[in-house]
């Protein structure tokens, strides 16, 4: 099985970049992501790089930039190159099958944790001017009763 979720801050803004043949997005930037701290040792954080593709890498270089946190769900795929001297370099990213924006703006979202189904779907925050029934279409109407689950 190969399978990782990470969650972390962007060290960058996305790169965007179009392949040569059928134009498909590819996007790619780092995450800031911290290890377990354990007692009496230093905050240590890694680094892993994401590449996203199609639709979503397109999204990602629109809406996010330095310092927003981000939900990546994806696999692990290593590789080499050489480099100018000749020397072998391998890499190690993430392709990432879904990104899920944790922040929007200036104001910080929570990730769908109370929930118990692990989805990182952000949570909406009822508009602070009045509650939904400002935003609320003309044909719903508002339920005053408990909601059963």
């Known amino acids: 099985m190969n399978s990782v979720v990470l969650i972390g801050r962007l060290t960058r803004d996305p790169e965007l970049r179009y392949t040569a043949g ?74 990432a099958d879904r990104v899920e924006f944790l922040e929007w703006g200036d104001r910080a979202q929570n990730a769908g944790s109370n929930s118990g189904n692990g989805s990182f779907a952000p949570r909406y925050d009822a508009p602070q001017s009045g509650g939904f029934e400002d935003e609320m279409p003309d044909s719903f109407q508002a339920i005053d009763e408990d909601v059963p689950f």
């Open 22 to 95: 059928n134009q498909m997005a590819i996007a790619k930037f780092s995450i800031a992501v911290d290890r377990p701290q354990r007692a009496g040792k230093e905050k240590e954080t890694d680094f892993p790089r994401i590449t996203v593709f199609g639709k979503q890498a397109e999204n990602c270089e629109k809406f996010l930039t330095k310092g927003r946190l981000v939900a990546v769900q994806g696999r692990l795929q290593t590789g080499s190159y050489q480099d100018k001297d000749g020397k072998t370099v391998y890499t190690t990213d993430v392709v």
